[in-house]
């Protein structure tokens, strides 16, 4: 898998914040983005290696790790029920 740039970054930073992860405030400080700019890179690359095994998840509200991601959940349309895989 390829990842632009600045997502390549993002990712590395959290990929080596390893088990503990790394905090919201240092990725901020490290990447100069906003909170809110990170949580959508993230959202946007566990999109682009949804394939390879691993996800990117907050262990609390303000720690990013890389985590195996095992089984996905099934996905819920608007109304809340859950959408047929098709």
């Known amino acids: 898998m390829r990842l632009p740039p600045g997502k390549a970054r993002l990712f590395d930073l959290i990929q080596r914040g390893g088990e503990l992860?790394?905090?919201?405030a240092d990725l901020t400080e490290?990447?100069?983005l906003s909170a809110r700019c990170?949580?959508?890179h993230v959202w946007q690359i566990n999109e682009l290696i949804?394939?390879?095994?691993?996800?990117?998840?907050n262990r609390t509200?303000?720690?990013y790790r890389l985590v195996s991601a095992g089984p996905l959940?099934?996905?819920r349309d608007?109304?809340?029920g859950r959408r047929r895989r098709t």
């Open 30 to 32: 490290i990447t100069g």
């Open 78 to 80: 608007r109304r809340g």
């Open 73 to 75: 959940p099934a996905a």
């Open 21 to 24: 992860g790394i905090t919201t």
């Open 38 to 40: 990170i949580k959508s």
């Open 50 to 57: 949804a394939d390879s095994g691993y996800r990117i998840r």
């Open 61 to 63: 509200r303000w720690v």
